[in-house]
């Protein structure tokens, strides 16, 4: 259904952008909170979390995915390489260019955030009936359709 064409039909219907917005935004920072090291700033969490996911990338292409400019994206690798979770190497076929990638630290480390925040949503959706539940893997499909839009 096109936005231009949606009308809420009841009053429930109405709040429903409002309620879905805060709510995600409350479960995000509830998750945020089970950080495993919180000497480490959540855009270096961010930057490693892309590189687990995409894999090696130029600064450049790092930069671009967390949709920072380069410059505070070399700080971030900086940053990322005194913690011992990522590293540099040269690029194969362009002289002026890095590779960054996970370290088997950061990689340990990424594990551990998910882990931390998993277990703790685990043990929130365990308080929940099983129809509760049912709802929620229903939604989490919706969102995540929703986001990839």
């Given at each position: 259904?096109?936005?231009?064409?949606?009308?809420?039909?009841?009053?429930?219907?109405?709040?429903?952008?409002?309620?879905?917005?805060?709510?995600?935004?409350?479960?995000?920072?509830?998750?945020?909170?089970?950080?495993?090291?919180?000497?480490?700033?959540?855009?270096?969490?961010?930057?490693?979390?892309?590189?687990?996911?995409?894999?090696?990338?130029?600064?450049?292409?790092?930069?671009?995915?967390?949709?920072?400019?380069?410059?505070?994206?070399?700080?971030?690798?900086a940053?990322?390489?005194?913690f011992?979770?990522?590293?540099?190497?040269?690029?194969p076929?362009?002289?002026?260019?890095?590779?960054?990638?996970?370290?088997?630290?950061?990689?340990?480390?990424?594990?551990e955030?998910?882990?931390?925040?998993e277990?703790?949503?685990?043990?929130?959706?365990?308080?929940?009936?099983?129809?509760?539940?049912?709802?929620?893997?229903?939604?989490?499909?919706?969102?995540?359709?929703?986001?990839?839009?």
């Amino acid at each position: 259904m096109r936005y231009a064409n949606y009308v809420a039909e009841s009053d429930a219907e109405r709040g429903l952008a409002s309620r879905l917005r805060l709510a995600v935004v409350r479960l995000t920072r509830r998750l945020r909170a089970q950080r495993v090291n919180s000497a480490i700033s959540l855009t270096q969490v961010s930057a490693l979390s892309t590189l687990h996911k995409c894999g090696p990338l130029t600064p450049g292409e790092l930069a671009a995915k967390e949709g920072v400019q380069p410059p505070s994206m070399t700080r971030v690798i900086a940053a990322l390489e005194e913690f011992g979770f990522a590293t540099r190497r040269p690029h194969p076929t362009d002289g002026r260019q890095a590779i960054v990638e996970l370290t088997d630290a950061g990689l340990a480390y990424i594990d551990e955030e998910v882990s931390a925040r998993e277990a703790w949503l685990d043990k929130r959706l365990a308080e929940l009936t099983p129809e509760d539940r049912a709802v929620l893997s229903r939604a989490a499909e919706i969102i995540d359709r929703m986001a990839g839009q």
